[in-house]
């Protein structure tokens, strides 16, 4: 038994959560905690909301209303949808005014203080409005690759762009071409440990397209990363005269504030030191995006952190689209997790979305064919599952089953080094083929195995079907 902390890159509270979420990080970790629970590890899944993600105040700006207050609200919203899809956090804080939070940050500050110095940086900024281009204010055609992008991290290839090479950039505020200006920021020389970072992802499995970025990436031992955004949203710290520290130096401050204080409150899991070690082993679920934030700069916080966990897994997904467009919380073209809950199983949702989650490539969801597949596969399965449940199952599945190709594959798509919850559900779903293919007398086994292998991804119609099974009242 060993212990597994999973984290989920945190959603900003611009909006509520909605299926793009889901198909990324949040339903691919949660499968994940269930598939390592029930192999008997002890898992605490973390997340937190991104309080100082620029974003939010240009959202609330359009709103009328105050960034805090809206977060705070949209903090709330997105725990009670994670929750109608059956996505169990064990800590889900805010960042805002988290003294568990300005801790971590300070902590990592501290771990990494010999190697940040203030610098002159050259930064966008409009001529009229005065807003800075850092992040939420300016967008601009990306250095590296072209497509649209704000100055902090490319949705479309992962790099931190360079502000002086970026084209057109233009103040999203007033639509007036930005100029740059310098200001002085605190700037982290983080290359000179990529190649310590290397060797240790060279040990750990990960998608092609994450190995191919960070194989280009971490070659560049000279990259440097400003740290602070003066004139953008972000945690003042006093150290560096009030100046924000940017919320994409703060992830892993996020999820260790968030264990800290989980554990704080829940002393019977542990204690904060022995949970917090380089014993517990690290998983991140994230959008590829965010590669940069998370297998690069976090992973260089840990390697000046001998206290803390080792470099982990990361687990990356690309995006879903919506009828062949964006999600997009801003524009509202969306599909709400709270909408489709109330309308269809949260299992449906859970099996459907695996079967098409964005993994290495965007993916594309129709409603249409959605509601098509609830009637016409989702329901005959539940049905299905249930009745071999009522016959009778064996307590253990046999050889027969589980040395199955099928089977296997399923098992392998749990491993951590090679997980992936499309695997998983597109190979139970085969598995449970050949079980309907099989003479009668093999089928209840079968059907114990493929019961098994879902349960992670159905688990409200698993625990029916385990009251079932022992037959306990409902
Ligand atoms: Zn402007
Ligand atoms: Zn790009």
New binding site residues.
């Given amino acids: 038994m060993a212990r597994y902390i999973v984290t989920v890159t945190p959603p900003t509270p611009n909006g509520d959560l909605h299926l793009g979420h889901l198909s990324g990080p949040f339903l691919a970790a949660d499968i994940c905690r269930r598939s390592l629970m029930a192999k008997g590890h002890e898992v605490i899944m973390v997340c937190y909301s991104d309080d100082y993600q620029s974003y939010l105040p240009r959202k609330a700006e359009a709103l009328n209303r105050s960034a805090a207050d809206y977060g705070a609200l949209m903090r709330r919203a997105i725990v009670l949808s994670s929750e109608l899809a059956g996505v169990e956090f064990d800590h889900f804080p805010p960042a805002r005014d988290n003294p568990w939070f300005r801790d971590s940050v300070e902590h990592y500050l501290d771990c990494v203080a010999e190697d940040v110095s203030a610098q002159v940086v050259s930064v966008h900024r ?1 001529p ?2 005065r ?1 800075w281009g850092h992040e939420a204010w300016g967008r601009g055609g990306c250095n590296s690759c072209g497509t649209s992008s704000d100055a902090s991290q490319c949705e479309g290839c992962a790099s931190k762009p360079i502000p002086a090479l970026m084209t057109g950039m233009t ?1 999203i ?4 071409p930005m100029r740059m200006e310098t200001q002085t920021a605190q700037v982290w020389a983080l290359g000179r440990h990529f190649e310590t970072v290397a060797a240790w992802h060279a040990t750990r499995g990960m998608r092609d397209d994450l190995r191919d970025y960070l194989a280009a990436n971490l070659a560049k031992t000279s990259d440097t990363w400003p740290i602070t955004r003066p004139g953008d949203a972000g945690l003042p710290v006093a150290r560096f005269g009030g100046d924000p520290v940017h919320t994409w130096f703060m992830g892993l401050s996020g999820y260790r504030a968030a264990v800290k204080e989980y554990l704080e409150d829940h002393p019977e899991r542990g204690r904060f030191a022995d949970w917090w070690s380089p014993q517990t082993n690290l998983v991140h679920f994230l959008g590829f995006d965010c590669s940069y934030s998370h297998a690069i700069a976090y992973a260089v916080q840990q390697v000046c952190d001998p206290s803390g966990p080792t470099i982990g897994r990361f687990v990356t997904n690309r995006f879903l689209m919506l009828d062949g467009d964006d999600f997009s919380t801003s524009r509202g073209n969306a599909v709400w997790i709270k909408d489709v809950t109330g309308l269809y199983p949260a299992d449906a949702i859970r099996l459907f979305t695996a079967l098409h989650a964005p993994e290495t490539k965007a993916e594309n969801f129709v409603m249409a064919e959605f509601k098509a597949w609830v009637q016409e596969v989702f329901r005959p399965l539940a049905a299905e599952l249930t009745r071999a449940v009522e016959q009778g199952l064996p307590a253990q599945s046999t050889s027969r089953w589980t040395g199955t190709a099928a089977a296997i594959a399923c098992a392998d798509a749990a491993r951590l080094d090679s997980f992936s919850m499309q695997c998983m559900a597109r190979s139970v779903l085969r598995l449970l083929e050949e079980v309907r293919a099989a003479p009668a007398a093999d089928r209840p086994a079968g059907y114990r195995l493929a019961i098994d292998l879902i349960a992670p991804i159905l688990p409200t119609l698993s625990e029916t079907l385990a009251r079932t099974l022992t037959h306990e009242p409902a």
């Fill in positions: 409009c009229n409005c807003k103040c505020a007033c639509g007036t």
